[in-house]
């Protein structure tokens, strides 16, 4: 049973670049959050996908975009890339058919490093 | 503001011995509350989950819930040097998870 993948592993981009994330979810999930998670910090919430659309947003700028496609899989794009954008960039997947629990489980993440 | 609070530690036991790891939420309106156990350098793998009021076992680890003093905990028994780690609460209000920052915990062997 695969687990949540994620590419690429590490990433390094330049102030003002754009970057695009991918992530494939567990077997048997539909829905896929993102998250982003700074050096001591616990993960913050980007943005969840649901049936392709963004179904909720957590309190980031309008530069991180995401998409979700018919496989589930999912992109998180971030323009205009910032020093403080570097971070790792986490994806969770879960199954909509268990909304009390709504267990996620985490891909391996992508390491951001914006110089 | 939804917060979760974690007392960020660090937090030393012996091998063998209980660790007791705390969190608490602010929001009453949260449904499940759920442990991660997070390796340096490696994502968060999920412990286990709780989401009604008092204790939920699972071989070696035991959650408990207070929704009346809005208290989440982990029990770790018989410690081991492999459960040195930083472990993150979190709480899910509708379609959000909301982490606390982690606590690290170290197993001396």
């Known amino acids: 049973d695969a687990g949540v993948t994620q590419s690429p592993t590490h990433l390094i981009k330049t102030r003002g670049q754009q970057v695009t994330l991918r992530c494939s979810p567990k077997s048997g999930h539909d829905t896929v959050s993102w998250y982003q998670q700074a050096l001591g910090q616990g993960p913050q919430f980007i943005f969840q996908?649901?049936?392709?659309?963004?179904?909720q947003r957590g309190n980031f700028p309008d530069r991180f975009s995401g998409h979700q496609f018919p496989n589930y899989s999912s992109e998180l794009n971030v323009n205009a890339l910032l020093l403080g954008d570097s971070a790792l960039y986490l994806c969770a997947s879960s199954a909509s058919g268990r909304p009390r629990y709504n267990e996620q489980f985490f891909g391996p993440g992508t390491r951001l490093t914006v110089l | 503001q939804k917060e979760v609070e974690q007392n960020s530690g660090p937090l030393s036991v012996p091998e063998g011995a209980i660790a007791s790891l705390n969190c608490t939420y602010s929001d009453r309106g949260s449904q499940s509350f759920f442990w991660y156990r997070q390796y340096s350098g490696k994502s968060p793998e999920l412990i286990m989950f709780i989401y009604s009021n008092g204790d939920k076992e699972d071989g070696r680890f035991t959650a408990q819930l207070n929704k009346a003093s809005q208290y989440v905990s982990l029990l770790i028994r018989d410690s081991q040097p492999s459960d040195s780690a930083t472990y993150l609460c979190a709480a899910n209000t509708g379609n959000q998870f909301y982490f606390g920052t982690g606590t690290s915990l170290t197993v001396i062997p």
């Open positions: 996908y649901y049936e392709e659309e963004e179904r």
